[in-house]
Every structure is written in C-alpha cells, then in structure tokens.
Nanobody, 115 residues
Framework: QVQLVESGGGLVQAGGSLRLSCAAS????????MGWYRQAPGKQRELVAT???????NYSDSVKGRFTISRDNGKNMVFLQMNSLKPEDTAVYYC?????????WGQGTQVTVSS
C-alpha cells in the first residue's frame, strides 16, 4: 500500500516562495511518475508538474519558469519549489504517484497567496 504525505504549505505574500515536500511510503518504483496537482475552490483538480525517472519533467503553462519539481529516489520524496507566487496559485496541492492504472494521492496541503 502506498501512502503519500505532503508538507510545506502555508500563507505567503505574492512574489514569495514556498517549498512543498511529499514523503512516499510503501512500494515505490523509481520509473513510475510522481507529480503535483492542485485544486482551487470551485475548480477541478489540475496538473502542476510531473517527474519521471531520469528527471524528465513536465509543467503546466501557468507555472512554467516559476515552479521546479524534483525527486529524491533514495528517500522516496518529491519536492515542488514554488517561486514568484501569485494569488491565482492559491489552492490545495496534492502529491500524486502513478503506477500502471493506479493513482495514489496524499491528503493535500493548503497554499494561500495573498495580494
């Protein structure tokens, strides 16, 4: 059974930075992608960034150039460095692990960016 626990959310002013962490436990395959998604009030959950083995990354256009995803396979952790935060980045951020047809999710961490 895979468990994901996020941390690092909080309240920050526009232009500030936050670093989210996700600790994964259970059977984690290094070749399986991990990523970050977010859900703002009244909106659908959306992709923020994903990372695969070999450090292949993918970002949504809205965060490209501001956010950086990274992964520590030895510790089964994935990180999201968020810079130049905007009020529209306010959302609950979820860690995701995808293996075969299965998706695992963390409980989410709130990020609030004030203007």
């Amino acid at each position: 059974q895979v468990q994901l626990v996020e941390s690092g959310g909080g309240l920050v002013q526009a232009g500030g930075s936050l670093r989210l962490s996700c600790a994964a436990s259970g059977t984690i395959f290094r070749f399986a992608p991990m990523g970050w998604y977010r859900q703002a009030p009244g909106k659908q959950r959306e992709l923020v960034a994903t990372i695969r083995s070999g450090d292949s990354t993918n970002y949504s256009d809205s965060v490209k150039g501001r956010f950086t995803i990274s992964r520590d396979n030895g510790k089964n952790m994935v990180f999201l460095q968020m810079n130049s935060l905007k009020p529209e980045d306010t959302a609950v951020y979820y860690c995701n692990y995808h293996f075969a047809t299965l998706d695992y999710w963390g409980q989410g961490t709130q990020v609030t960016v004030s203007s």
